[in-house]
């Protein structure tokens, strides 16, 4: 029969083991989240996809002129846009396109998921 300690272990090691489950579950969610509340104007509910200093990052190799107007809250570069805050995503979204005026989908395919080693393991 197993030691304590070594049950102790398989326990501590089956909890983590739940929780990066349980933590890579809820990563998902949110990206599924994301998508949905954006497509269909839940405004409050996109931007609680964020926390407090959270970036919506919009990678765009040449933003149209027009957006720096559209969007004052974004920070732009060659590269695209980035929308940084909860009150500057706020903003944001209530600007945003939506059904039925403009039909599209945010779709998140392919999801890769990498966790950092855990300390001590």
Known sequence: MPSNEVLNADF????ACVK???D??????????YGHSIDYGM????????TEDGVDNHIIS???KDWTE????????PEGMKIRGRRNLAAFISLH??????FHKH?????????????GG
Do not use: N, Q
């Not at 559209?70 to 570069?77: D, N, Y």
């Not at 396109?97 to 403009?102: A, F, K």
């Open 43 to 50: 405004e409050a509910e996109w931007v609680d996809c964020f």
């Open 70 to 77: 559209m969007f004052p809250m974004g920070e732009f570069s």
């Open 12 to 15: 501590e090691a089956l909890a």
């Open 20 to 22: 990066d489950l349980e």
């Open 107 to 119: 779709i998140v395919l392919d999801t890769v998921i990498t966790r950092r080693p855990r300390r």
């Open 24 to 33: 890579e579950r809820d990563i998902r969610r949110a990206l599924e989240r």
């Open 62 to 64: 040449d933003p149209p």
């Open 97 to 102: 396109s939506r059904i039925p005026d403009v």
